[in-house]
C-alpha cells in the first residue's frame, strides 16, 4: 500500500476562497485485487458491521461492442467484496440481470447488500450471503440509444410518479423502520418511499430548482430520526425532509453535492463531497457538517495521485474519522483517516 | 547479429521488383530478416489485430490488440513466449490503438474506443487514467475537413491515439481522430496545454496517428493525413517539418546517443495493389529528418508488412513491428552497415 501523509494540508487547499479549517489526513488505497480482476470506475463503496467492504463497480464486459443500438450490456458492473484489510474476498452477483450501469452500494443495519444500478433502473437487495432478497424496478424490456454522451436522455419531472417505475435511480437509504428511500434520480426527479417489503408509500419532488424541486438527486441519506439528505446535485444543495417528505431546510454553500454520508452514533455528522466533474480537475473538497449543515472543517482536492480525489462518487462513514472513498475516474477506493 | 541459418533473407529482391515507388524510390535499402515465428501464442489463445507493440527494459514485450473479446493487452519473453495477459476485461479496454512502455517499465495504453490513457505499473495493476470512457457512445466518424472537434477538452479524448513522456515524466498524447491535437500533461496527470487543431498548414493536424519523443523532450508527431512527421518542442511550438516519407502511420524514436527516427509509410488495410505499389516501406532517419535508409513492403509472407501500426526501436538495429491485417508482431534484424543504393 501507498501511504501519502498530507503533513501540511493547507498547501493542497484547492479553493482559496474558502475559510473553513482544513481537517489534516492520511490516505491510502484501500483495496488490493487479486492478479486477473480489475476494478473499473468505482462508483459505490460500503462497509458492513463487520469491516468488510462492499465496490460497485463499471467494470468491463467481454462482448462490448460499439456503434449497436443497444448502450450497455449485461454484466457490465460488478460487485465485490472485500474483508477489513482491503482484500479481495469475492464477487457477488457476476451476470446478474440488473448489473448494467453501476450507481451506488448500501449496506443496511442487518448487514444486507444494496445496489442500486441507473442502467437497468434497478435497486437489488442482498442479504448477507449475496442471494437476491428482493428486487424493486424492472431492466427495461429494450433501450433507446440515447446517442453520444447521452444528450437526448429524457428529463421527467417525477411529479405523480408512483411505484417504483425508476428511470436512472441513483442512491437508497433507510430510515430506522426500515422503510425505504430512494433517490430517482437522473430522469426522474423524485424521492420515492416504500415500507420495508417494498409496497410503495409516497414519493415527492419534480425537476427543476425551487424548493421541493430537484436537478439529479444524486446521493441520499436519512438520520436517526428518519428526516431525509438528499445531495440536489445539479442545483448544488442538499435538501433536508422530514420523514413524510416535509421540506425542512436547505444547506449549502458547498458545492454540488456528489456524494453525502451521514455517520452513525449518538452525534451524527454529515459529509459531503462538491467532486470534481469527470472532465476536469477543478474542486474535490469534501465538507464534514453538523447535521444543520455548519461546517465544521474541509479536506482533500481533486487530483490523481493518492490523497488527491478524481471524482468523489461515493463515501462511507461508518467511523466518522475513518472513511472510504470511492471515485470515478482513478478506479479506485482510498481510505482516509481524518485527523480532526 | 544476423542469424542468417535460420532466418529468411529478404534484403534487394524486393526493390528488384520494380514497382512504382512514390515515396523517395532512390533511399539506400537497407537490408533487414524477419526472425521465423518469433512470436509464440499458447493454445487456444489467438493474437488479434496487432496495434500496439512496446519493448520494456528487459526485452519483454507488450502488444495491444483488437480481438474477440474486445481489446486485449499480452506480454511475451524477449525470445517471444506468451508470459501472460493484462487487464482482461478492463473497463478501459474497448478498441486497442497504442502501448508504450515509460522509462519505468510502466506500461501504457492509449484505446480510441474508451478515449482513455491507462498507466499499469509493471506488475500490471492500473496506476493512472487519464479521459474516460463515455456513459454511451457510437463510434464516432472522423469529422470532414472544418468539422467540429467534438470532446477537446483537457480531460476528454476524441479517439486518441499514441503516448510518450519527455525526460521529466510529463506525458503527451496525440488526440486523435476525431480531435486533432498534441495534449501535454504533467507526471501527475494535470493539463498543460496543446496544440493543434484540424487541418493542413503548419502547426494543424490531420489524424495525428502517433508520436515519439527524443531525448531533449521534442516531440515527432506522425501527422498521417497530411503525409509527414511535424517536430514541436517541449512547449509544443513548431520546429520543423519532415517529408517525402509517405504518410507516417508509425514512428519511433531511438534511445541512446545517437538518436534515430523510424517513420512506416504503411499499406492500407484494402489489400490494394496500389497500396502495394505505393507505400509498405519503413524509413530509418537522422532526427532532422535526413534519410539513411528505408526497408520492406506491404504483403503477408514473412518479412513483409500487412498495414504496419507500431514500431518499437529501443534497438535501433531490432525492431519489433506490430500489424493490422497479419494479426502479428515481427522481430526484424536490419544490418546497418549494409545498405546501398
Same mark, same amino acid.
Request: with cysteine.
Given at each position: 500500500m501507498k501511504r501519502f501523509l498530507l503533513a501540511v494540508a493547507a498547501l493542497l487547499v484547492?479553493?482559496?476562497l474558502s475559510a473553513q479549517s482544513e481537517i489534516r489526513y492520511e490516505a491510502v488505497d484501500a483495496l488490493s485485487m487479486p492478479d486477473d480482476i480489475y476494478m473499473g470506475e468505482a462508483l459505490g463503496v460500503a462497509t458492513n458491521s463487520s469491516g468488510h467492504l462492499y465496490v460497485f463497480t463499471r467494470s468491463g464486459s467481454s462482448d462490448v461492442t460499439l456503434? #449497436?443500438?443497444?448502450?450497455f450490456r449485461h454484466s457490465s458492473s460488478r460487485l465485490f467484496e472485500f474483508d477489513a484489510n482491503g482484500r479481495y474476498v469475492r464477487e457477488i452477483?457476476?451476470?446478474?440481470?440488473?448489473?448494467?450501469f453501476a450507481h451506488a452500494v448500501r449496506v443496511d443495519s442487518d448487514d444486507n447488500v444494496w445496489i442500486v444500478d441507473e442502467g437497468s433502473s434497478m435497486a437489488v437487495k442482498f442479504d448477507p450471503q449475496g442471494k437476491v432478497l428482493m428486487t424493486m424496478g424492472r431492466n427495461p424490456e429494450a433501450y433507446r440509444n440515447p446517442g453520444p454522451r447521452g444528450a437526448e436522455l429524457r428529463r421527467n419531472n417525477g411529479v405523480g410518479a408512483v411505484g417504483d417505475?425508476?428511470?436512472?435511480p441513483t442512491d437508497v437509504a433507510w430510515d430506522a423502520d426500515g422503510n425505504i428511500f430512494i433517490a430517482d434520480g437522473y430522469n426522474n426527479a423524485r424521492v420515492a418511499k416504500f415500507d420495508q417489503y417494498g409496497a410503495f408509500l409516497t414519493s415527492w419532488g419534480e425537476y427543476? #430548482?425551487? =424548493?421541493?424541486?430537484?436537478?439529479?438527486?444524486?446521493s441520499i441519506q436519512t438520520d436517526a430520526e428518519g428526516n431525509v439528505y438528499v445531495g440536489d446535485r445539479g442545483n448544488s444543495r442538499i435538501q433536508v425532509f422530514d420523514n413524510d417528505g416535509n421540506f425542512k431546510y436547505v444547506i449549502d454553500? =458547498?458545492? %454540488?453535492?456528489?456524494a453525502i454520508c451521514i455517520t452513525p452514533g449518538p452525534h451524527q455528522y454529515l459529509y459531503s463531497s462538491n467532486s470534481a466533474g469527470t472532465g476536469n480537475l477543478d474542486n474535490g473538497e469534501i465538507y464534514k457538517m453538523e447535521?444543520?449543515?455548519?461546517?465544521?472543517g474541509k479536506f482533500g482536492r481533486a487530483?490523481?495521485? =493518492?490523497?488527491?480525489? %478524481?471524482? #468523489?462518487?461515493a463515501i462511507d462513514c461508518r467511523d466518522e474519522n475513518e472513511l472510504f472513498v470511492g471515485e470515478i475516474l482513478s478506479w479506485r477506493v482510498q481510505k482516509i483517516t481524518l485527523h480532526p | 547479429m544476423l542469424r542468417k541459418s535460420a532466418l529468411l533473407s529478404i534484403g534487394f529482391s524486393i526493390f528488384m521488383a520494380g514497382s512504382v515507388l512514390a515515396?523517395?524510390?532512390d533511399a539506400p535499402r537497407i537490408s533487414y530478416e524477419s526472425v521465423p515465428d518469433f512470436m509464440k501464442m499458447p493454445d487456444g489463445m489467438y493474437m488479434g489485430e496487432a496495434m500496439g507493440v512496446a519493448t520494456n527494459s528487459q526485452g519483454e514485450f507488450y502488444v495491444f490488440n483488437r480481438n474477440g473479446e474486445a481489446t486485449r493487452l499480452f506480454q511475451f519473453d524477449a525470445s517471444g513466449n506468451f508470459m501472460r495477459e493484462i487487464?482482461?476485461?478492463? +473497463?478501459?479496454?474497448?478498441f486497442a490503438h497504442a502501448v508504450r512502455v515509460d522509462a519505468d517499465d510502466n506500461i501504457w495504453v492509449v484505446d480510441e474506443g474508451t478515449d482513455m490513457v491507462i498507466k499499469f505499473n509493471p506488475e500490471g495493476r492500473v496506476m493512472m487514467t487519464i479521459g474516460r470512457r463515455p456513459e454511451a457512445q457510437q463510434l464516432r466518424e472522423t469529422p470532414? @475537413?472544418?468539422?467540429?472537434?467534438p470532446n477537446q477538452r483537457? +480531460?476528454?479524448?476524441?479517439r486518441p491515439t499514441d503516448i510518450g513522456w519527455d525526460p521529466q515524466g510529463n506525458i503527451f498524447v496525440t488526440d486523435g481522430y476525431t480531435n486533432s491535437r498534441v495534449v501535454k500533461y504533467d507526471p501527475e496527470g494535470r493539463y498543460l496545454g496543446e496544440v493543434g487543431t484540424r487541418g &493542413?498548414?503548419?502547426?494543424?493536424? &490531420?489524424?495525428?496517428?502517433s508520436m515519439s519523443m527524443d531525448a531533449e523532450g521534442n516531440v515527432y508527431v506522425g501527422d498521417r493525413g497530411n503525409r509527414r512527421v511535424q517536430v514541436f518542442d517541449n512547449d509544443l511550438n513548431f520546429l520543423r517539418m519532415i517529408e517525402g *516519407? !509517405?504518410?507516417?502511420?508509425a514512428v519511433c524514436v531511438s534511445p541512446g546517443p545517437h538518436q534515430y527516427l523510424f517513420s512506416s509509410n504503411s499499406n492500407t488495410t484494402g489489400n490494394s495493389k496500389e497500396s502495394y505499389d505505393n507505400a509498405g516501406e519503413i524509413y530509418k532517419m537522422?532526427?532532422?529528418?535526413?534519410?539513411?535508409g528505408r526497408f520492406g513492403t506491404g504483403?503477408? @509472407?514473412?518479412?513483409?508488412? !500487412? &498495414? *504496419?501500426h507500431a514500431i518499437d526501436c529501443r534497438n535501433p538495429d531490432e525492431l519489433l513491428v506490430a500489424e493490422i491485417t497479419t494479426w502479428r508482431v515481427q522481430k526484424l534484424l536490419l544490418d546497418p552497415r549494409m545498405t546501398s543504393q
Amino acid at each position: 500500500m501507498k501511504r501519502f501523509l498530507l503533513a501540511v494540508a493547507a498547501l493542497l487547499v484547492a479553493n482559496p476562497l474558502s475559510a473553513q479549517s482544513e481537517i489534516r489526513y492520511e490516505a491510502v488505497d484501500a483495496l488490493s485485487m487479486p492478479d486477473d480482476i480489475y476494478m473499473g470506475e468505482a462508483l459505490g463503496v460500503a462497509t458492513n458491521s463487520s469491516g468488510h467492504l462492499y465496490v460497485f463497480t463499471r467494470s468491463g464486459s467481454s462482448d462490448v461492442t460499439l456503434g #449497436t443500438n443497444r448502450f450497455f450490456r449485461h454484466s457490465s458492473s460488478r460487485l465485490f467484496e472485500f474483508d477489513a484489510n482491503g482484500r479481495y474476498v469475492r464477487e457477488i452477483g457476476a451476470g446478474l440481470y440488473a448489473f448494467m450501469f453501476a450507481h451506488a452500494v448500501r449496506v443496511d443495519s442487518d448487514d444486507n447488500v444494496w445496489i442500486v444500478d441507473e442502467g437497468s433502473s434497478m435497486a437489488v437487495k442482498f442479504d448477507p450471503q449475496g442471494k437476491v432478497l428482493m428486487t424493486m424496478g424492472r431492466n427495461p424490456e429494450a433501450y433507446r440509444n440515447p446517442g453520444p454522451r447521452g444528450a437526448e436522455l429524457r428529463r421527467n419531472n417525477g411529479v405523480g410518479a408512483v411505484g417504483d417505475n425508476f428511470s436512472r435511480p441513483t442512491d437508497v437509504a433507510w430510515d430506522a423502520d426500515g422503510n425505504i428511500f430512494i433517490a430517482d434520480g437522473y430522469n426522474n426527479a423524485r424521492v420515492a418511499k416504500f415500507d420495508q417489503y417494498g409496497a410503495f408509500l409516497t414519493s415527492w419532488g419534480e425537476y427543476g #430548482t425551487e =424548493i421541493g424541486q430537484f436537478n439529479t438527486l444524486h446521493s441520499i441519506q436519512t438520520d436517526a430520526e428518519g428526516n431525509v439528505y438528499v445531495g440536489d446535485r445539479g442545483n448544488s444543495r442538499i435538501q433536508v425532509f422530514d420523514n413524510d417528505g416535509n421540506f425542512k431546510y436547505v444547506i449549502d454553500g =458547498i458545492g %454540488a453535492p456528489w456524494a453525502i454520508c451521514i455517520t452513525p452514533g449518538p452525534h451524527q455528522y454529515l459529509y459531503s463531497s462538491n467532486s470534481a466533474g469527470t472532465g476536469n480537475l477543478d474542486n474535490g473538497e469534501i465538507y464534514k457538517m453538523e447535521l444543520d449543515g455548519t461546517i465544521l472543517g474541509k479536506f482533500g482536492r481533486a487530483g490523481r495521485m =493518492i490523497g488527491e480525489f %478524481a471524482s #468523489t462518487h461515493a463515501i462511507d462513514c461508518r467511523d466518522e474519522n475513518e472513511l472510504f472513498v470511492g471515485e470515478i475516474l482513478s478506479w479506485r477506493v482510498q481510505k482516509i483517516t481524518l485527523h480532526p | 547479429m544476423l542469424r542468417k541459418s535460420a532466418l529468411l533473407s529478404i534484403g534487394f529482391s524486393i526493390f528488384m521488383a520494380g514497382s512504382v515507388l512514390a515515396q523517395t524510390p532512390d533511399a539506400p535499402r537497407i537490408s533487414y530478416e524477419s526472425v521465423p515465428d518469433f512470436m509464440k501464442m499458447p493454445d487456444g489463445m489467438y493474437m488479434g489485430e496487432a496495434m500496439g507493440v512496446a519493448t520494456n527494459s528487459q526485452g519483454e514485450f507488450y502488444v495491444f490488440n483488437r480481438n474477440g473479446e474486445a481489446t486485449r493487452l499480452f506480454q511475451f519473453d524477449a525470445s517471444g513466449n506468451f508470459m501472460r495477459e493484462i487487464g482482461k476485461g478492463l +473497463y478501459g479496454f474497448a478498441f486497442a490503438h497504442a502501448v508504450r512502455v515509460d522509462a519505468d517499465d510502466n506500461i501504457w495504453v492509449v484505446d480510441e474506443g474508451t478515449d482513455m490513457v491507462i498507466k499499469f505499473n509493471p506488475e500490471g495493476r492500473v496506476m493512472m487514467t487519464i479521459g474516460r470512457r463515455p456513459e454511451a457512445q457510437q463510434l464516432r466518424e472522423t469529422p470532414g @475537413r472544418g468539422g467540429g472537434p467534438p470532446n477537446q477538452r483537457p +480531460y476528454n479524448f476524441g479517439r486518441p491515439t499514441d503516448i510518450g513522456w519527455d525526460p521529466q515524466g510529463n506525458i503527451f498524447v496525440t488526440d486523435g481522430y476525431t480531435n486533432s491535437r498534441v495534449v501535454k500533461y504533467d507526471p501527475e496527470g494535470r493539463y498543460l496545454g496543446e496544440v493543434g487543431t484540424r487541418g &493542413s498548414e503548419i502547426g494543424q493536424l &490531420s489524424t495525428p496517428h502517433s508520436m515519439s519523443m527524443d531525448a531533449e523532450g521534442n516531440v515527432y508527431v506522425g501527422d498521417r493525413g497530411n503525409r509527414r512527421v511535424q517536430v514541436f518542442d517541449n512547449d509544443l511550438n513548431f520546429l520543423r517539418m519532415i517529408e517525402g *516519407v !509517405g504518410a507516417p502511420w508509425a514512428v519511433c524514436v531511438s534511445p541512446g546517443p545517437h538518436q534515430y527516427l523510424f517513420s512506416s509509410n504503411s499499406n492500407t488495410t484494402g489489400n490494394s495493389k496500389e497500396s502495394y505499389d505505393n507505400a509498405g516501406e519503413i524509413y530509418k532517419m537522422e532526427l532532422d529528418g535526413t534519410i539513411i535508409g528505408r526497408f520492406g513492403t506491404g504483403g503477408k @509472407r514473412l518479412g513483409e508488412f !500487412g &498495414s *504496419v501500426h507500431a514500431i518499437d526501436c529501443r534497438n535501433p538495429d531490432e525492431l519489433l513491428v506490430a500489424e493490422i491485417t497479419t494479426w502479428r508482431v515481427q522481430k526484424l534484424l536490419l544490418d546497418p552497415r549494409m545498405t546501398s543504393q
